[in-house]
């Protein structure tokens, strides 16, 4: 009973924020409303017993990503609306909804009446937490680890593209220099 | 009650309102948030069928594409403050140098 | 030894032509008309000495290489000096070697001396080939090559545009009756399976009647081509736009007796059909008149002597058909000489002359031509038929043939024919040598020809003399070979026919001489008589090949460029390059560069991919 009503709830919410992200023509608005439905998603995965992806979600999508973003808009006038002119909004709508509805019966169609076999053990007395780490740290161990390479290697990457003065070492330089680059 | 089908009929409206978002926007900082909606609601199919299949491998699919969402996010917006620094501008047609 | 014989007789004229050749776009070379007359007269002695070899029992047979073999098609490349052949090359190399000598001193101050040689040459190789082959397939090459040669020689000097057009006449009348002889060769292989000679003559008695009409039939037509018959006649006048050399070798001696050669050559086919032969004769004999009465009328030295020339092929076409082939290959032999020594010695008139051909502008040359006078009287007294000379016994031989076979009909016009050719030859005398001189009034001052010219002249005189008494001679050396022909007729009746025949010829002599000696030609007004317009025109014939052939033909092709070659043929390969170029345009839209552009594409394959995937369900 609670189940449905919070799914019915989610949602619709998820859906109108989003919408909301995609047809405001304010950047502000826009950006808040993305982060609304990023929590409201995670509220999607705690109803489907993923509570740590869920906390994950907040954390780094909400948290972190919609942080990005938000200093990512100081830098842009967000006064000035881009004008944008939609141009065959039948095409769009129409491609879209064909592809999404495509894609539905594409993915669940085999699944209709199909028996899956686990292929990750899920024993009861382990809490989400500890199965993860579990599943994670013995099957997925590469993936995690280049994850975590990838993630580095944004990050140096994002240094780099929006520094200056790159070549100038201030922990090699002398004394005397070190004062007149602060 | 509500079944595998929910969620993945939920997942598509959202994928396609990130399409939609997508193909619409002419500036670029809309057009990365249109990406985050496409993500997520691939997320929503993967932990539904994890949860509706007792299988883990739908969680921590979920959590890479989370991860790999974030550094996207890190590189993407690096690039477009390089652009706007660069032209002045975040709209789309200016990223057009090839005439048609 | 004789092989080898074979060898130079047919090699010589070729190896000339292509010395020549070398120099051909170089400034007049002596040493080139030189070296290939004596390759020339090379070739003639060889022919000569193949002569004395070849008697009834001996034929020299040699086959060079096997020339096409595609599955049961086997034609090899042979040749064959039998009686009838060895006559033929004796003729042609005579001919030709006067010929050579003579165009060294004609053609001297011509730019194009080299290339003349080369073509002359060329033209004997080709008329030895065909002469010599002893296939049907190998005839042809040879007629073609003589065709091809008589194209480059009439059209010698291109510049001028109505050279050109002459030469383009010749060829395709040629080419139109070559569509008849291959018809016909076609027909023999298919009937008999071969295409030698030996084997073919050897076959063609068990063909049924009708087959072997059919071949005698396509076969004359490849003839009337070559020979100039009526219809396909038209050709031979206009081609003497050529030099005069070309006229006398080609149109006199050699080429058009190609089309007599063929229907000798093929005498077992068509005496299996006698009534063919008759029509041949009908005919031949219709254009011995035809012609004779255009030459009557014309003023252009060199068409007279045209017509001439065709009005004897039609002599030499009714013994021919009627079955008298050693008699017309005599004839076609005794016409050589005497018709190439009348045309070079026009040809002297004409350098003479200035290059002059109107022969009421001359008048009176005999003072200052006299060794070229006598040898053209002496041509045309031959032409004429008047004893000793060696038209007589030939041209008599032919009207006795007509008599003996009761086509009266023939005879009679064969006897008219003969009266004609005796008046126009000594009206073209008269006209020329005797007379006002009429050149004084253009400035002209005449001069005779060089010594060595006239010295190369002397021999074809000397044959135009006394060939005719090698009659029984030739007819034993070639009835070996070729059917005997008896006559029925009393000899008193054979007498009567001579001295009829003499006396008809020498009262057109008379009375050529009467009119322009003593009454001084015609008078004017005679220029607007019907009949005389009629003939002057050639009885309208290039008109009405122009109105009813050739122009609805040339309308025909314009149409055909137009409307089917450029709107159809043209505007199809054009269509598909213009629709690949429009796709090309239009797809071009979906690399702008614009990223919206780019991502909505990225959507559409996407959702095609999908539909694809869904439809393909494995």
């Keep these: ?182 | 009650m509500i079944g595998f089908t929910h969620y993945l009929i939920v997942a598509g409206i959202l994928f396609s309102i990130g399409l939609v978002g997508i193909l619409k926007r002419k500036n670029l900082l809309m057009l990365f948030f249109s990406t985050e909606i496409l993500l997520n609601a691939t997320n929503i199919g993967f932990v539904a069928a994890s949860k509706y299949y007792g299988d883990l491998t739908g969680q921590l699919a979920a959590f890479f594409i989370i991860a790999v969402a974030a550094s996207e996010v890190a590189v993407g917006l690096g690039l477009l403050v390089l652009w706007y620094k660069r032209t002045g501008s975040i709209n789309l047609d200016s990223l057009q140098i090839m005439r048609g | 030894m004789m092989e080898k014989l074979l060898y130079i007789a047919l090699f010589s004229p070729l190896i000339g032509s292509l010395f020549a050749g070398i120099f051909a776009t170089k400034p007049k070379l002596l040493i080139t008309g030189v070296v290939t007359s004596a390759l020339i007269g090379i070739s003639m002695i060889a022919s000569l000495m193949l002569l004395g070899y070849v008697d009834g029992v001996t034929t020299v047979n040699v086959k060079l290489f096997d020339w096409i073999s595609a599955g049961s098609f086997d034609v090899g490349f042979g040749f064959v000096v039998d009686q009838v052949s060895v006559i033929m090359m004796v003729t042609v190399t005579v001919v030709s070697t006067a010929v050579h000598v003579y165009s060294i001193g004609y053609m001297e101050k011509d730019e194009s001396f080299n290339r003349f040689f080369s073509y002359l040459s060329a033209f004997v190789f080709s008329m030895l080939i065909l002469v010599m082959s002893d296939n049907f397939l190998g005839l042809f090459i040879g007629w073609e090559g003589v065709g091809l040669c008589s194209w480059m020689l009439i059209g010698f000097w291109y510049h001028k545009e109505s050279a050109s057009w002459a030469a383009n006449e010749a060829f395709i009348m040629n080419r139109i009756a070559d569509l008849g002889m291959l018809l016909g060769i076609f027909l023999i292989y298919w009937q008999t399976g071969s295409l030698k000679y030996s084997e073919v003559f050897g076959a063609v008695g068990s063909l049924a009647p009708a087959t072997i009409s059919l071949i005698a039939i396509f076969l004359f037509i490849g003839a009337m081509g070559k020979s100039a018959q009526f219809p396909l006649h038209t050709w031979l006048a206009d081609a003497m736009e050529g030099p005069t050399p070309v006229s006398a070798l080609i149109h006199a001696a050699t080429m058009v007796t190609a089309g007599v050669y063929l229907l000798v050559r093929a005498n077992p086919i068509y005496s299996f059909v006698p009534e063919v032969g008759a029509y041949i004769a009908a005919l031949g004999a219709f254009v011995a008149i035809f012609a004779a009465t255009m030459a009557l009328v014309n003023n252009d030295l060199k068409r007279i002597i045209a017509y001439s020339t065709l009005s004897q092929l039609g002599y030499m076409f009714v013994a021919a058909g009627l079955g008298a082939y050693w008699i017309a290959l005599f004839h076609l032999m005794t016409h050589a000489f005497f018709k190439s020594l009348l045309f070079l010695g026009a040809g002297n008139v004409m350098h003479a002359m200035e290059d002059e051909l109107n022969i009421k502008k001359m008048g009176g040359l005999y003072e200052s031509m006299k060794v070229t006078a006598i040898l053209m009287v002496i041509a045309s007294v031959a032409l004429a038929g008047i004893y000793p000379f060696a038209g007589f016994f030939s041209k008599d031989k032919i009207l006795e043939v007509a008599f003996n076979e009761g086509a009266y009909l023939i005879w009679f016009a064969l006897l008219i024919g003969a009266a004609l050719t005796a008046f126009y030859s000594f009206r073209l005398i008269m006209l020329v040598f005797f007379g006002e001189k009429n050149y004084e009034k253009y400035k002209i001052i005449p001069h005779e020809a060089h010594t060595y010219v006239l010295m190369a002249l002397a021999p074809l005189g000397a044959l135009a003399v006394v060939a005719g008494f090698f009659e029984s001679g030739f007819e034993h050396f070639v009835t070996t070979l070729l059917p005997t022909y008896s006559f029925d007729i009393a000899s008193f009746t054979a007498g009567l026919l001579i001295v009829g025949t003499l006396l008809v010829a020498l009262s057109g002599i008379g009375f050529a001489i009467y009119i322009y000696r003593v009454k001084g030609g015609f008078p004017p007004s005679i220029k607007d008589r019907p009949c005389y317009k009629l003939l002057i025109n050639q009885y309208y014939i290039p008109d009405i090949y122009k109105k009813y052939i050739t122009d609805p033909f040339a309308s025909f092709s314009f149409r055909a460029w137009k409307s089917i070659d450029q709107a159809i043929v043209d505007k199809s390969v054009d269509t598909i390059a213009m629709t690949l170029r429009n796709i090309g345009q239009k797809a071009n839209k979906m690399q702008t560069g614009n990223l919206s552009i780019m991502l909505r594409w990225m959507v559409v394959g996407l959702v095609v991919l999908m539909i694809l995937a869904l439809i393909y369900r494995p």
């Design chain 1, 1 to 182: 009973m609670y189940e449905l009503v919070a799914f019915y709830l989610f949602a619709a919410l998820t859906i109108g924020m989003f919408c909301v992200t995609v047809f405001s023509k304010n950047a502000l608005y826009s950006m808040s409303a993305l982060a609304g439905g990023m929590i409201f998603i995670s509220g999607f995965f705690f109803l489907l017993d993923a509570e740590f992806l869920g906390v994950v979600q907040i954390i780094v999508y909400s948290g972190a990503i919609m942080a990005l973003y938000a200093f990512g808009m100081m830098f842009f006038d967000s006064t000035d609306e881009v004008k944008e002119d939609f141009v065959a909004k039948k095409t769009v709508y129409t491609l879209a909804i064909l592809s999404a509805v495509l894609i539905v019966i594409i993915l669940a169609a085999p699944l209709w009446g199909a028996h899956l076999e686990n292929a990750v053990l899920v024993t009861e007395n382990l809490g989400n937490v500890q199965s993860l780490g579990l599943a994670m740290f013995t099957n997925y161990l590469i993936a995690f680890e280049l994850s975590a390479v990838m993630l580095l290697v944004a990050m140096i990457s994002g240094i780099v593209l929006v520094s200056k003065q790159l070549d100038n070492s201030i922990t090699l330089a002398d004394e005397v220099d070190t004062q007149e680059s602060l």
